[in-house]
């Protein structure tokens, strides 16, 4: 059974960092791996689900909504099974329940993806 646990969300001020740790448990390697991508999507009151970064296994590819660009940087420690969300120069428009999530495919649709975890609260003050 798949199942991934995030981490690290909180409360700070606008322009502040945080980093969002999902781990991954439960999928195999190598070609038997149910999880070849690991997306973060996030979730704002009264708005729809929206992605923000996936990473790709095993060529770390990674992919950005045009929202975070230059802001979010998402990265892999295979050792520790853990995909990391690195966030700079938060806004407030960034408040939201982060989720990370597990597919076989890359996509930026939140219904291609089959795992998620619980969400962690990032909260954003101006």
């Known amino acids: 059974q798949v199942q991934l646990v995030e981490s690290g969300g909180g409360l700070v001020q606008a322009g502040s960092s945080l980093r969002l740790s999902c781990v991954v448990s439960?999928?195999?390697?190598?070609?038997?791996?149910?999880?070849?991508?690991v997306g973060w999507f996030r979730q704002a009151p009264g708005k729809e689900r929206e992605f923000a970064a996936a990473?790709?296994?095993?060529?770390?590819?990674?992919y950005y909504a045009d929202s975070v660009k230059g802001r979010f940087t998402i990265s892999r420690d295979n050792a520790k099974n853990t995909v990391y969300l690195q966030m700079n120069s938060l806004k407030p428009e960034d408040t939201a329940v982060y989720y990370c999530?597990?597919?076989?495919?890359?996509?930026?649709?939140?219904?291609?993806?089959?795992?998620w975890g619980q969400g962690t609260q990032v909260t954003v003050s101006s």
């Open positions: 990473i790709t296994w095993p060529d770390d590819s990674t």
């Open positions: 999530a597990g597919a076989r495919t890359l996509s930026m649709l939140s219904d291609r993806y089959r795992y």
């Open positions: 439960g999928a195999a390697s190598g070609r038997a791996s149910s999880v070849y991508v």
